[in-house]
């Protein structure tokens, strides 16, 4: 819930020639009242930080009109550990320790993922979320990774 991020989304949207088809709200997409209006639900490397991310899917789900998804882009690091690590993974590792875990692992029975969080653990949370659909994007970046996720 970041009005000032949504004011200059909306500022940029004014300027792309593209309001007539995309808009920006602030809004609480827990609220019921949302169900089933969205084409897509994009999460960017912001999975990883949540206490309950699979409450979180589950509310990104319901939000999914037919035929909807969401998109989840979060960091890039090898699908298991191999010490010592890459150079990018150690450096996902320093910063997770410092503010990505530690926010995660607020609440009862949190999820205490961090910033290193491989495709099988999104897979396995958006199973649980009630996710049919889960697929890696081919998508080459050298720091996020992309799933979409389907009802």
Same mark, same amino acid.
């Given at each position: 819930?970041? @009005?000032a991020?949504? @004011?200059?989304?909306?500022?940029h949207?004014?300027?792309?020639?593209?309001?007539?088809?995309l808009?920006?709200?602030?809004r !609480?997409? @827990?609220?019921e009242?949302?169900?089933?209006?969205?084409?897509?639900?994009?999460?960017?490397e912001?999975?990883? !930080?949540?206490?309950?991310?699979? $409450?979180?899917?589950?509310?990104?789900?319901?939000?999914?009109?037919?035929?909807g998804?969401? &998109?989840?882009?979060?960091? $890039?690091?090898?699908?298991?550990?191999?010490?010592?690590? !890459? !150079?990018?993974?150690?450096?996902?590792?320093?910063?997770? &320790?410092?503010?990505?875990?530690?926010?995660?692992?607020?609440?009862?029975? @949190?999820?205490?993922?961090?910033?290193?969080? $491989?495709?099988?653990?999104?897979?396995?949370y958006? *199973?649980?979320a009630?996710?049919?659909?889960? *697929?890696?994007?081919?998508?080459?970046?050298?720091?996020? $990774?992309?799933?979409?996720l389907?009802?």
């Open positions: 819930m970041d @009005a991020s949504i @004011a200059a989304a909306r500022r949207l004014a300027e792309s020639g593209l309001d007539d088809r808009a920006f709200h602030l !609480d997409a @827990a609220d009242k949302l169900a089933g209006t969205y084409d897509l639900v994009y999460i960017h912001a999975l990883h !930080d949540m206490s309950y991310p699979v $409450r979180i899917l589950s509310a990104c789900r319901a939000l999914l009109a037919d035929g998804s969401v &998109i989840v882009a979060d960091e $890039r690091v090898p699908d298991e550990f191999d010490p010592p690590g !890459d !150079d990018i993974e150690r450096f996902y590792y320093d910063f997770s &320790i410092f503010h990505c875990l530690p926010v995660g692992m607020v609440g009862e029975h @949190a999820a205490e993922t961090g910033t290193v969080m $491989r495709a099988g653990t999104v897979r396995r958006a *199973q649980e009630g996710f049919g659909g889960f *697929q890696v994007l081919p998508i080459e970046n050298d720091f996020y $990774r992309f799933y979409r389907a009802p």
